[in-house]
T-cell receptor, first 113, second 114 residues
């Protein structure tokens, strides 16, 4: 069955430190993969997405993610965390462009000064 | 960027009553909108796909008679929770798809049934 796994629920980093949010997926067909960010009381905002082509995807706010088929992963990274990055992050999958998104549980990122 | 609004942002209703949630695409036309439900500490779960001018397509396990969806125009979809019960309390989020198949999410509606 298709699924998206984000292990853990909370990550805390210091300002300026590397941000790494893990996402693994299970899919029977080549997936489209997404990372969304949700700030308090706001809707989900697309950070980046992978459909086909280059496996390293760059998004907004300095985030990037790499699609690794062999590891069924799509981890999100940012070299240097900023206080404004504190939010909830969701990894999502769309099986082959079906438009039906399957979400991970989300990961709350805290950035400490 | 494209904006999707939801109204109300929070609603409290008594058990047995019905409540309507609106989802609007403010600056684009959306032939397709999606309704999600988010439980605390859990992921968003797709409830149904709403297509303008036709019946919604519900995901397995979602009661279509309980969660009535109407997509009467290209900018408005509504979700009505009928005969609400405390277990229907949740965070409901809609998204709207534009003509290049990008999904934009609303800010969500917190429903509490007492």
């Amino acid at each position: 069955a298709q699924s998206v796994t984000q292990l853990g629920s909370h990550v805390s980093v210091s300002e300026g430190a590397l941000v790494l949010l893990r996402c693994n997926y299970s899919s029977s067909v080549p997936p489209y993969l997404f990372w969304y960010v949700q700030y308090p009381n706001q809707g989900l905002q697309l950070l980046l997405k992978y459909t086909t082509g280059a496996t390293l995807v760059k998004g907004i706010n300095g985030f990037e993610a790499e699609f690794k088929k062999s590891e069924t992963s799509f981890h999100l990274t940012k070299p240097s965390a900023h206080m404004s990055d504190a939010a909830e992050y969701f990894c999502a999958m769309d099986q082959g462009g079906s438009e039906k998104l399957v979400f991970g549980k989300g990961m709350k990122l805290t950035v400490n000064p | 960027g494209a904006v999707v609004s939801q109204h109300p942002s929070r609603v409290i209703c008594k058990s047995g009553t019905s409540v309507k949630i609106e989802c609007r695409s403010l600056d684009f036309q959306a032939t397709t909108m999606f309704w999600y439900r988010q439980f605390p500490k859990k992921s968003l779960m797709l409830m149904a796909t709403s297509n303008e001018g036709s019946k919604a397509t519900y995901e397995q396990g979602v009661e279509k008679d309980k969660f009535l969806i109407n997509h009467a125009s290209l900018t408005l979809s509504t979700l009505t929770v009928t005969s609400a019960h405390p277990e229907d309390s949740s965070f409901y989020i809609c998204s709207a798809r534009d003509d290049v198949y990008e999904q934009y999410f609303g800010p969500g509606t917190r429903l509490t049934v007492t």
